[in-house]
């Protein structure tokens, strides 16, 4: 498979009507229903043996412990890491701020039922061509830990809000963006949409596999450190570049999934601070950009 038909596969998928698209049966309100979730998507690639992945081994700072492409697939040789953007109508209706529209709530829910229906597909295509690809955020092997500092069954602390694949930090390593101070991605799509990797025995072949930290940018080079974000979040969790407390936005968010519950609804997510900013649909940091910002409507 080459870059070029990657590309393909996914642009394919934002467009199918089973996927793409939020169903009558889904839908909060009467007028949501053919809600569209996401926009043409970005892709990177990564060497399995990138070097940023490697320091992020047991790393403190990025609160991490990734495990290596090798480890989820022995003969990994590629990391293929998917940016979505929301539509223009999710992130629209998601800029008033506040508490977050059901348009959102539902591109984060429904949005991540398409993700977890596309890595299926495409980790099939890639097998149906002989080689062996896995999702690690759908693999039994991954784990994330919310709670305080435990001991795990291998015996290995899990720090809290850690994993063993960050999508964020995969996707830096892909060459896909850096970080904003709101700790999300900055892609030259922006930073509101969807992250989602796979790894694979595949090689391809005229793609730009990243393999050294040298040829990646500053962690903040796409962040114009404008703090717009942190003025926007409802729960003030953003204060200082790789210091967000995510404590609060979980604290926030837990505050809206029970409200929709009282509602009969299995809805989250909040995403306030990804809208409504210079860096919600474009990078920013761009010299050949116009920066007109964005108005809270």
């Not at 690690?136 to 290995?156: G, I």
């Not at 509101?192 to 005229?206: C, P, Q, W």
């Not at 519950?261 to 210079?278: D, E, F, S, Y």
Request: hydrophobic content about 40%.
């Amino acid at each position: 498979m080459k870059s070029a038909e990657v590309q393909a596969f996914a642009e394919e998928f934002v467009n199918d009507p089973t996927y793409g698209f939020l169903r009558k049966e889904a839908a909060a309100l009467p007028e949501l229903p053919g809600l569209r979730f996401f926009d043409s998507p970005l892709v990177g690639y990564a060497a399995a043996d990138n070097e940023y992945y490697v320091s992020l081994i047991g790393n403190d700072e990025a609160n991490i412990d990734l495990a290596q492409p090798v480890f989820w697939i022995e003969g990994a040789r590629t990391v293929i890491s998917f940016f979505f953007p929301f539509s223009e109508q999710v992130r629209k209706s998601n800029r008033k701020g506040g508490a977050p529209s059901l348009e959102w709530l539902h591109a984060r829910v429904q949005g991540q039922q398409f993700m977890q229906a596309f890595a299926e597909c495409f980790c099939g295509r890639l097998l149906a061509e002989g080689y062996r690809t896995l999702v690690p955020q759908a693999d039994e092997r991954f784990w994330q830990n919310v709670l305080p500092p435990h001991a795990a069954e291998d015996c290995r602390t899990r720090r809290q809000f850690s994993s063993n694949w960050s999508e964020r930090h995969v996707a830096f390593g892909a060459g896909l963006g850096t970080f904003g101070l709101h700790g999300n991605l900055i892609t030259e799509k922006g930073t509101a949409g969807r992250l989602i990797s796979a790894v694979t025995e595949a090689e391809i072949a005229d793609a730009h596999s990243i393999s050294r930290s040298g040829d990646l940018p500053d962690l903040y080079a796409n962040c114009t450190m404008c703090r717009v974000c942190a003025k926007r979040c409802p729960n003030r969790a953003i204060s200082e570049p790789g210091r967000k407390l995510v404590s609060k936005c979980f604290q926030f968010m837990g505050t809206v999934s029970q409200e929709h519950k009282i509602r009969g609804r299995t809805l989250h997510g909040c995403g306030i601070c990804q809208v409504a900013i210079p860096c919600e649909c474009k990078n920013p940091a761009r010299p050949r950009d116009v920066i007109l910002g964005i108005k809270e409507v």
